[in-house]
């Protein structure tokens, strides 16, 4: 596959602010990945780490969609949830994690071993989890090293904190891409508004990185300049559903336009389009075709034809 989605698969629970909840939902960071890249190419490993109760949770989803099973990994009777509570400003608290704690989540996130003979084609890889020393980093350098794959990476919930300032630092001067919102990024490196933040994220050491501003859109940023891309205005007949996952949404997308040699514009363009299909129903959109894969090529088109922002 040439490219990978990873990081923790769980079912979702959402707690609205009134303290009302869903059923548990479809979701988890592969499963958003996968469709934020799946407009763009049919080549992706969608990579968990599940319980045994996997198919009967996510079919017919994923058969329909003829999702490479490859990548799944099981290593538990059940698939996990959480909880993402759900606040008035539209943002969410990480809630809590299935019968337990965050900490007992890391059982269920990469690790190197999951990857052994899946990466030999592999172009660009996507995931989140902490900053060293997590687990995931012991091998996917070497792996990088081995097979010439660039990194994306977003900071999940438990580490964006201003004590993970510094080993995120650390972890952006060795990767390709990173990706952060701008509240998690602003509490990360203590930076008082959006302006100082954009202007901190572009010294910050990848080649690429992604500033999510929520409804409004993106910022994409690269070699010290910064483009603000809106997001993707509504067609007729298209509603905002539930805008869950569209963070991972976007910046797998981004992952994959970026390696593909798309210029940060086009890149933020084609990030965005990935949100629009992901918040248009509750859960993973239901089917991804050529058909799909055609309206994307041709709106990113249209967006990047009539784009004219100078950079910040």
Same mark, same amino acid.
């Given at each position: 596959m040439e490219y990978v989605a990873t990081g923790l698969n769980m079912l979702d629970v959402l707690e609205m602010p009134d303290g009302s909840t869903t059923k548990p939902q479809l979701g988890g960071i592969p499963m958003y990945g996968y469709c934020g890249m799946r407009p763009w190419s049919e080549s992706i490993l969608f990579s968990a780490r599940v319980g045994k109760d996997f198919f009967s949770l996510y079919n017919p989803w994923f058969e329909n969609n003829k999702i490479n099973p490859s990548g799944l990994n099981f290593v538990s009777e059940v698939t996990p949830y959480s909880i993402l509570k759900y606040l008035d400003d539209g943002n969410y608290d990480v809630g809590r994690f299935f019968e337990g704690s965050w900490d007992d989540s890391d059982f269920w996130r990469p690790k190197p071993e999951d990857f052994i003979g899946k990466l030999e084609n592999t172009k660009g890889f996507y995931l989140?989890?902490? *900053? *060293? *020393? $997590? =687990?995931?980093?012991?091998?996917?350098? %070497? !792996?990088? /090293?081995? !097979? &010439?794959? /660039?990194?994306?990476? $977003?900071?999940? @919930?438990?580490? +964006?904190?201003?004590?993970?300032?510094?080993? +995120?630092?650390? #972890?952006?001067?060795?990767? %390709?891409?990173?990706?952060?919102?701008?509240? =998690? &990024?602003?509490?990360?490196? @203590?930076? =008082?508004?959006?302006?100082?933040?954009?202007?901190? #994220? /572009?010294? #910050?050491? *990848?080649?690429?990185?992604?500033?999510?501003? @929520?409804?409004? &859109?993106? !910022?994409?940023?690269? $070699?010290? /300049?910064?483009?603000?891309?809106?997001? +993707?205005? #509504?067609e007729d007949g298209v509603e905002v559903v539930d805008v869950t996952g569209c963070g991972n949404a976007a910046t797998a997308a981004a992952c994959l336009a970026w390696t593909e040699g798309n210029n940060p514009v086009m890149t933020g363009i084609m990030a965005n389009i990935s949100a629009y299909y992901n918040f248009q129903q509750v859960g993973p959109r239901p089917i991804f075709d050529d058909e799909l894969m055609q309206h994307a090529e041709s709106l990113a088109k249209e967006l990047y034809s009539s784009y004219t922002s100078k950079p910040v």
């Open positions: 989140t989890s902490g *900053p *060293p *020393p $997590e =687990e995931i980093w012991n091998g996917l350098f %070497d !792996y990088r /090293k081995k !097979y &010439g794959f /660039k990194i994306m990476w $977003e900071p999940n @919930g438990r580490h +964006t904190f201003p004590e993970d300032r510094e080993a +995120t630092i650390n #972890l952006c001067k060795m990767i %390709d891409m990173a990706s952060f919102n701008i509240v =998690e &990024g602003s509490r990360i490196f @203590g930076t =008082e508004n959006e302006e100082d933040l954009i202007e901190f #994220l /572009k010294n #910050l050491g *990848p080649e690429l990185v992604l500033l999510r501003a @929520g409804e409004r &859109g993106l !910022y994409s940023i690269s $070699e010290g /300049k910064a483009w603000f891309i809106p997001s +993707t205005p #509504l």
